[in-house]
């Protein structure tokens, strides 16, 4: 069975911090829905209603797009152990690029990563468990560095440029703001 929460407890805090991988999901109003995995150590609970993540140079930029158009944002963990669960986080997000007043606030939870684009934050309406008995039993081998061998092969002004080129705008042609704050 489903359970609400209006908040995070401990618990659940706890079980984000074990999690390798993460989801995140959001749409326009109208368009596509898009749903991103994530990894690397990029994922912190601030509190219990507030989490951030630091979201990392990409093929799109359609979080951030959909964020500015509409704020929803979906974020989903789920257990590949013997525990099964599945923990979705409901709320607004926002995104906090290096010129936003909040910048440091937010960047400071984090280690430096090659390729760093912005934080995503999301206030938190609510969570919600489920069952996970449908998800099959994996073991975390390590993470990929390919994307960040990638953003250190471009370097700073290689990255910016690729903004330039292919993050400015979603697949659906809604503005992303990368350069605005």
């Not at 990392?56 to 257990?79: D, I, Y």
Request: hydrophobic share 35%.
């Amino acid at each position: 069975m489903a359970k609400f929460y209006s908040k995070l407890t401990p618990a659940l805090q706890e079980f984000i911090a074990e999690q390798k991988l993460f989801f995140t999901a959001s749409a326009p109003i109208e368009g596509r829905v898009n749903l991103s995995p994530k990894g690397i150590d990029t994922f912190r609970c601030i509190d219990s209603k507030t989490v951030a993540y630091l979201d990392l140079t990409g093929s799109g930029n359609e979080t951030a797009a959909h964020l500015h158009e509409n704020g929803r944002l979906t974020v989903m963990f789920c257990s590949f152990t013997e525990q099964p669960l599945i923990l979705r986080l409901y709320g607004q997000g926002k995104a906090i690029r290096p010129r936003h007043s909040e910048w440091q606030k937010f960047y400071s939870l984090f280690e430096a990563i090659p390729g760093e684009r912005q934080v995503i934050v999301l206030d938190i309406e609510a969570a919600q468990t489920s069952c996970g008995f449908g998800v099959p039993l994996y073991e975390f081998k390590q993470q990929r560095e390919t994307l960040i061998d990638w953003a250190e092969k471009k370097g700073n002004s290689g990255i910016e440029q690729y903004w330039h080129n292919k993050n400015q705008k979603s697949i659906d042609g809604l503005p992303t703001k990368i350069f605005e704050d």
